[in-house]
């Protein structure tokens, strides 16, 4: 089983659209994880951080669920602009940041 | 403040010739990290720095890859004999310590033919 596992998508949605996505993680150990994101031929990009209490940042909810071990994103009123590549994060150990291989998502007009 | 910045931005390179990959940090984050991308792929661990110590030298492919640190500051990912397999985009990232959010620079697109 893979460390970090991610639905690869694509995920297409019209403009406006309500979207979530989910990450699982193997080891239950693990105590940080974060959401970022990466457009084509760039580097990723912190989308935000995930708490153990979830959080939100206007149109984006991060949650964490870990007696299921996942982790999950939610993208409200999506924008054109969002269309891009999801990455799930997981820090193994003290320093080890296990990246999923991303949830495409695009967003149309 | 500046991000990081890596160096060169494109490489093409032909088959056997060594490559010399170079990161820049922001200035104070003690830890660094090189990762590959493959087109398509997702992002392949190579090696995570804390100050200039190696601890996770794991991820390097073979022992064609080294990687060291000067300073607490500047990186340099080194590929010996180069492969054609060994092209990809290689991203560093650093962050202020081991768990808190890395900052990735722009990547350098290495091309060997």
């Known amino acids: 089983r893979k460390e970090v596992e991610q639905d690869p998508g694509p995920f297409n949605v019209p403009e406006g659209a309500t979207v979530a996505f989910n990450c699982t993680y193997s080891n239950s150990a693990s105590q940080s994880f974060f959401w970022y994101r990466q457009d084509c031929r760039k580097e990723p990009k912190l989308l935000m951080s995930?708490?153990?209490s979830g959080n939100e940042d206007g149109r984006f909810t991060a949650q964490l669920n870990r007696a299921s071990q996942y982790i999950s994103l939610l993208i409200r009123d999506s924008k054109l602009s969002d269309s891009a590549t999801y990455l799930c994060?997981?820090?193994?150990?003290?320093?080890?940041?296990?990246f999923g291989t991303g949830t495409r998502l695009k967003v149309l007009a | 403040g500046a991000g990081v910045s890596q160096s060169p931005s494109n490489k093409v390179t032909e088959k056997g010739k060594d490559v010399e990959l170079r990161c820049d940090p922001i200035?104070?984050?003690?830890?660094l990290y090189w990762y590959r991308q493959s087109l398509g792929q997702g992002l392949e661990f190579l090696i995570y720095?804390?100050?200039?110590?190696?601890?996770?030298k794991s991820g390097l492919p073979s022992d064609r890859f080294s990687a060291e640190r000067t300073g607490g500051s500047v990186s340099t990912l080194t590929i010996q004999r180069t492969q054609q397999e060994d092209s990809a985009v290689y991203l560093c990232?650093?962050?202020?310590?081991?768990?808190?959010?890395?900052?990735f620079g722009q990547g350098t697109r290495l091309t060997v033919v």
């Open positions: 995930v708490y153990s």
């Open positions: 990232a650093s962050s202020w310590g081991p768990t808190n959010e890395a900052f």
């Open positions: 720095f804390q100050g200039n110590s190696a601890p996770d």
């Open positions: 994060v997981v820090i193994l150990g003290t320093y080890k940041y296990i």
């Open positions: 200035s104070g984050h003690t830890a």
